[in-house]
């Protein structure tokens, strides 16, 4: 079964248009993570936010803000009036503490296939 | 502050060659991790690092091979290079995941052709 579901694949919108990508995430833990990651055409990664389970307060940074909803276990990203520099590949994440080698545990990082948003001018 | 570097930044491969992908990271970061990313994808753990001298397998080791001998340092070996691992490599590390807390910091990847 898909852990981290986003169902838009690709999304293209006009520049100062509010857009939101959507994020579903499967889960047993009642402790994890959540994270968003931008991918410009560039290719590098770029970690955007982290969410705790048990912090279901929505966040704003500037034009971005992410709505985390436990009850559908949604995890949603929305842009802001737009800008062709938004264009990229959206990544949601969900990061579950593991066990691994000698009993140390690492957060196994889960991403959706993504969201690719096109911003045209 | 460099963060996470990886090189090379391009690779072809013939069938069969082997190579070494090299990753560093000056964040004094316990934990390093090997991704690929296939085309239209999201990434997927090959190998994971909790610390010099420990690593352990992630969702699709087969093909690879690690080592950390460093904190610094995460290299990962391509042993007879085949078709199937076209694809871009980061590499990422994170301090020591308390509950999975903290967020990985991606290099800026490898793309690998096998031809």
């Known amino acids: 079964a898909q852990k981290v579901t986003q169902a838009q694949t690709e999304i293209s919108v006009v520049e100062k248009e509010d857009v939101t990508l959507d994020c579903v995430y499967e889960?047993?833990?009642?402790?994890?993570?959540l994270f968003w990651y931008k991918q410009p055409p560039s290719g590098e990664l770029v970690f955007l936010i982290r969410?705790?389970?048990?912090?279901?307060q929505n966040e704003i940074s500037g034009r971005y803000s992410w709505n985390f909803q436990k009850s559908t276990s949604s995890f949603n990203f929305t842009i802001t009036a737009s800008q062709v520099v938004d264009s990229a590949v959206y990544f949601c994440a969900l990061s579950e503490a593991r066990v691994g080698w000698g009993g140390t545990s690492y957060g196994k990082l889960t991403f959706g296939q993504g969201t690719i948003l096109t911003v045209h001018p | 502050n460099a963060g996470v570097t990886q090189t090379p930044k391009f690779r072809i491969l013939k069938i069969g060659q082997s190579m070494t992908l090299q990753c560093t990271q000056d964040m004094n970061h316990n934990y390093m991790y090997w991704y690929r990313q296939d085309p239209g994808m999201g990434l997927k753990l090959i190998y994971y690092?909790?610390?010099?001298?420990?690593?352990d397998k992630g969702e699709v080791p087969n093909g690879y091979n690690v080592s950390r001998s460093t904190t610094e340092d995460f290299p990962l070996r391509l042993e007879l290079a085949a078709p199937s691992q076209t694809s871009v490599y980061f590499c990422?590390?994170?301090?020591?995941?308390?509950?999975?807390?903290?967020?990985?910091?991606f290099g800026p990847g490898t793309r690998l052709t096998v031809t």
């Open positions: 990422a590390s994170s301090p020591q995941a308390l509950l999975a807390t903290y967020e990985q910091y």
């Open positions: 969410r705790n389970s048990f912090d279901e």
């Open positions: 889960t047993r833990d009642t402790t994890y993570y």
């Open positions: 690092s909790v610390g010099a001298g420990i690593t």
